[in-house]
C-alpha cells in the first residue's frame, strides 16, 4: 500500500480542529459516539498557568484528493443532474414562449403549462415549506444529504474541483504546483485555471438571469452591449458569487457561513444515518503491510494511512467522530473502501451507520426498520398532505382571476335623473395558455346595469388586463313602473353589497363572484 508524500505530507496528519471537537463533545447525543483516540492525552494546565487560546483558526488550504466508489458516482450523477436542469431549462419552450420564465416586470412567473401570479403567492409558500419539510425529513433518515450531494456550494465545488484537477493535476501536484517559486508553467497553469473558472461563473450568471428574462434575447443583447444595467449587475453579482464560493472560499462557506450546518445536529437522533468511523473495528490503528496478522499484531482495521483525511473536501479526520463541518459527502467512505480493497478487508470502516447501530450492532435490515419512527412518520405524514393539498389546489385551479376595485377617485354621483352611478377597476387575468373570452354582470341591486365597456372581453394566453367601468343603479322606482305597480323599494344612502360575476364565454364553469359595494350619496 502506497502511502503519498509530499510537500504538503504534514497537511496530512492534519485532523479535526480543537474547537470542532469541543463542539462535538459537548452534545450528550453525539459524543457517544466519539472514539478512543491513539496518541498522547492532553496534559492539564497547572494551577496559576497562562492559557491564551486563539478565536479565530488561520485557515489552511485543501488539497482535496480525487476518490472513486460508488458514493463518487451519485455525486457525479447529481451534478450533472442539477446542472443538467439549471443550465438547461431556460433554453426550453412551450406554447411559444420560454417555458420556465419569472417575468418580474410583467408579475408572472411561466412554468411550461402553468403562470403564477402575485394573488398565487400561496403556491410558493406551499413549495417553501414542502421544500423544508422534505429537507427535514431526509436529514432525520440519513443526515446530510443535501449538503453531500445536491446543495449548489457542493455541487459548484465539485465542478471546479474538477476543472482545477484537470489543469493543475491531483493533490500532490496541486500542492507541488503552489510551493514552487514562480515561473511560466505556473502562471500558464493558474491563468489557465482562473480563465476557465470564470467564464464557467459568467456562464451560470446569464444562465441564472435567463431565468428572469427571454434568455435567447438577452445573449443576442449581451453579444452587443446592449444589456440592461440590471441585468449586467446580476449577471456579474451571480458570476462574482459562484467564482468566490466554489474557487475561493469552499469549506470555509458551508464551515461559517451557511447556518443549516448550525442547527441541523436538532434533526439527527440515535437512530440518523450518518458518515461514521467504527472505532470497535478500526482501533487500535496503525501501519502494518498486506501480509500482516493484524489479530496476531493486536491490530484493528485502520492502516491510518490519511486516505480519509486527504479526499475530505472540509479537511477533517472522521475517526475524531462526527463533527459539524462534516457535509456528509461520503468521500471518506470511499477513500478508505479502496484501501480496505487493496489490504484484503472488509468494506465499511467507514460506513453510513447510526448510533445505535454502533452501540447494539445492529444489522441493515433493523436500521432500516428503525427508519420508522414518531419524527419521521410525522414529517412524512404533514409533507405528503400538503402536497395532496397542494396537487390537489393546483389540479381545480380556476385559470380566471379576477380583482374589483371601486374608483374611489370618482365619487359616486347622479347619471340621469334618479340613476346613480359607480365607477370600478375590473382587473381580469386569463392564467390559462388558450385565449379566452369574458362577460361581466353584476347583482345584488335591482336594475343594476353595466355600462362604458364592450363585452365579451377578449384576453390573450396569459394575459391580465384592467377593465374600467360603470355601474348604474336607479334610486327610485320610475313613475312607469310605479304605476304598473311592480315598483321596487327605493334605494337609500350609504354602501350597498353587490357582486359581480365574471364568466367565460367558451366554458361557463370558469366563473368568479368577486363582492363589492355600490355607494349611494346622500
Ligand atoms: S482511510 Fe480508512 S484505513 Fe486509512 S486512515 Fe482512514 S479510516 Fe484508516
Ligand atoms: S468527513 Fe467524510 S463525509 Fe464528512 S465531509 Fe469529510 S469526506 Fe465528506
Redesign the pocket.
Known amino acids: 500500500m502506497r502511502t503519498e508524500t509530499s510537500p504538503g505530507a504534514a497537511d496530512d496528519a492534519r485532523t479535526a480542529s480543537p474547537v470542532a471537537v469541543q463542539w462535538f463533545d459537548r452534545r450528550p447525543a453525539m459524543s457517544a459516539r466519539a472514539p478512543v483516540v491513539s496518541g498522547p492525552k492532553p496534559v492539564p494546565p497547572a494551577p496559576g498557568d497562562e492559557q491564551e487560546q486563539e478565536i479565530y483558526e488561520v485557515r489552511r488550504k485543501i488539497y482535496p484528493r480525487a476518490v472513486h466508489g460508488w458514493f463518487a458516482g451519485w455525486r457525479v450523477f447529481f451534478v450533472l443532474f442539477t446542472q443538467a436542469i439549471f443550465y438547461g431549462l431556460p433554453w426550453l419552450s412551450w406554447n411559444g414562449r420560454q417555458a420556465v420564465l419569472f417575468d418580474l416586470a410583467a408579475r408572472k412567473f411561466h412554468i411550461f403549462g402553468l403562470v403564477f401570479w402575485p394573488q398565487d403567492f400561496i403556491y410558493l409558500t406551499a413549495l417553501l415549506v414542502i421544500a423544508a419539510l422534505t429537507l427535514f425529513l431526509f436529514t432525520t433518515i440519513a443526515g446530510r444529504l443535501w449538503c453531500g450531494y445536491a446543495c449548489p456550494q457542493t455541487v459548484y465545488t465539485e465542478i471546479f474541483l474538477w476543472i482545477e484537477r484537470k489543469i493543475e493535476g491531483d493533490r500532490i501536484a496541486r500542492m507541488r504546483l503552489d510551493a514552487a517559486p514562480l515561473s511560466s508553467r505556473k502562471v500558464a497553469l493558474k491563468a489557465a485555471k482562473h480563465g476557465a473558472w470564470l467564464a464557467l461563473a459568467l456562464w451560470t450568471g446569464y444562465t441564472f438571469v435567463g431565468y428572469f428574462t427571454p434568455i435567447h434575447d438577452l445573449g443576442i443583447r449581451a453579444l452587443s452591449w446592449r444589456l440592461e444595467g440590471w441585468e449586467t449587475f446580476w449577471i456579474v453579482f451571480y458570476a462574482f458569487a459562484t467564482y468566490g464560493n466554489a474557487g475561493w472560499m469552499r469549506e470555509q462557506v458551508c464551515k461559517y457561513m451557511c447556518p443549516y450546518a448550525r442547527f441541523q445536529s436538532v434533526m439527527f437522533d440515535r437512530d440518523t444515518l450518518t458518515i461514521t468511523?467504527d472505532p470497535g473495528r478500526?482501533e487500535p490503528?496503525g501501519p502494518r503491510s498486506k501480509k500482516t496478522d493484524r489479530h496476531a499484531k493486536g491490530l484493528g482495521?485502520?492502516?491510518?494511512?490519511?486516505?480519509?483525511?486527504q479526499?475530505c473536501p472540509v479537511g477533517i479526520?472522521?475517526?475524531q467522530g462526527l463533527q459539524y463541518e462534516c457535509i456528509g459527502c461520503a468521500a471518506?467512505v470511499d477513500?478508505?473502501?479502496?484501501?480496505?480493497d487493496k489490504?484484503g478487508y472488509p468494506h465499511g470502516?467507514?460506513r453510513y451507520t447510526t448510533e445505535n447501530a454502533l452501540a447494539h450492532g445492529y444489522d441493515a435490515r433493523t436500521i432500516a426498520r428503525r427508519v420508522r419512527r414518531p419524527r419521521t412518520v410525522i414529517y412524512t405524514g404533514v409533507l405528503l398532505a400538503i402536497l395532496s393539498v397542494t396537487a390537489g389546489a393546483l389540479a381545480l385551479r380556476n385559470p380566471l382571476k379576477v380583482d374589483v376595485i371601486r374608483d374611489r377617485a370618482s365619487l359616486a354621483r347622479e347619471a340621469a335623473p334618479g340613476i346613480i352611478e359607480n365607477v370600478y377597476r375590473v382587473q381580469l387575468m386569463n392564467t390559462d395558455e388558450t385565449p379566452r373570452r369574458y362577460t361581466i354582470r353584476a347583482e345584488g341591486l335591482p336594475g343594476l346595469r353595466i355600462t362604458g365597456v364592450e363585452q365579451p372581453i377578449a384576453l390573450r394566453a396569459a394575459e391580465g388586463r384592467p377593465v374600467a367601468l360603470r355601474l348604474q343603479a336607479p334610486v327610485e322606482p320610475s313613475a312607469e313602473e310605479r304605476m304598473q305597480g311592480e315598483a321596487p323599494g327605493e334605494l337609500g344612502p350609504g354602501a350597498h353589497k353587490i357582486e359581480f360575476i365574471v364568466q367565460s364565454v367558451e366554458d361557463d364553469k370558469v366563473v368568479r363572484h368577486e363582492k363589492s359595494s355600490f355607494i349611494v350619496p346622500r
Open positions: 468511523y478500526g490503528r482495521d485502520c492502516v491510518d494511512c490519511q486516505v480519509c483525511v479526499v479526520d472522521i475517526r471518506c477513500g478508505c473502501n479502496q484501501v480496505m489490504m470502516l467507514i
